[in-house]
């Protein structure tokens, strides 16, 4: 039987929309001895590593791998891609704070702001940079407060039509459940973290940098030492990390990458489709025979693969739904911030699956009825 973070449980009981339940063969690998990271051994596995990147954000350039959670390469992307004025674009409480990490660093920050829920469409994004003025846009792909997935294809699109401005994608929940297209879209720069839909222990950060955002980079003055990016992509082709690695979960990340390759990227991200579109049939199906007024808060056809907000009746709080979940031997997501009381979140990422996803849903079915 496949453990569960939740003693005495088997695996498939554990649905926060991140840190995400890991693998026992992921976690177990990390059980191997610790090898310097100035020698040989090292430059094997950063090889091989980069192998199961490259094809994970389907890039043909160097994939970073940083000792940090995704918050560290948000403030890297900004950093080096910002150089006085950025447009954020905000739907939601991480895209939100994307934009504050920009401010903390001293940059000027304008932002294009829509309801929480709503995706920012790329005419939007076309209208606002046509003021002039900007030289980088943040945006978050899968919005994990609200569960909706922004065009970043299409945003990618309006953007590069000014020369001059980078576009900086926060993709936490987005990279290994939904479909990313680095050098396709025409990504800038683009970051995930190890513990959301690659289903690993928290603690390493990924992220593609374009040509472009690296000519940035390169003359960027105030981009500090441990995320300079330039010295990240010059240690990478020595195969190295600047700094100190995390080995341990780099032989986790080794692990699950195998494992990613085996099930094949399309359909991991059908699978997270899948997940997602029996949210949304749950919920319906909740409203509609047994009259419990739920509704998924993202709009249809803009819902994120990998977690889904629910939005409550008036006189149910996500907090009681947590918690009478957490009796279930069930853990789910509350709202987050604004939206706490008033909402619940699935995240059906990493390596779950429609089955037990369902067992999770038949238990807040007997939660809301």
Known sequence: MKLSPIEGTSFGRFFLPGPTEIHPEVLSAQNKAVIGHRGPAIKELMGELQTGLRDLFRTERPVLISTSSATGLMEAAVR??????????VNGAFSQRFGQIAEA??????RLEVEWGQIIAADQVRERLASGGFDAVTVVHSETSTGALNPVSEISEAVRELDDVVLLVDSVTGV??????????GLDFVLTGSQKALALPPGLAFGVASERLMARSAAATRKGVYFDLVTFQKQLGNLQTPTTPAVSLMY?????????RLEGLEARWARHQAMADRCGQWVDMMREQRGVTLSVLAPEGS?????????????TTGPSVVSAM??????IGGGYGKL???SF??????????????AVLDALGEVLT
């Open 176 to 185: 290994g459940g939904a479909e990313v297209q680095t050098d396709e879209w």
């Open 252 to 260: 986790a990340l080794a692990k699950q990458l195998d494992r990613i």
């Open 326 to 331: 957490k009796e279930r031997g069930f853990t």
């Open 303 to 315: 819902r994120s693969p990998t977690v889904t907000c629910v939005a409550l009746p008036e006189g």
């Open 105 to 110: 660093c001293g940059l000027e920050v304008e």
């Open 345 to 358: 979140r699935v995240g059906h990422m990493g390596d779950h699956t429609v089955a037990e996803l369902d």
């Open 80 to 89: 080096n891609g910002g150089r006085s004025r950025v447009l954020s674009l």
């Open 340 to 342: 706490k009381e008033a």
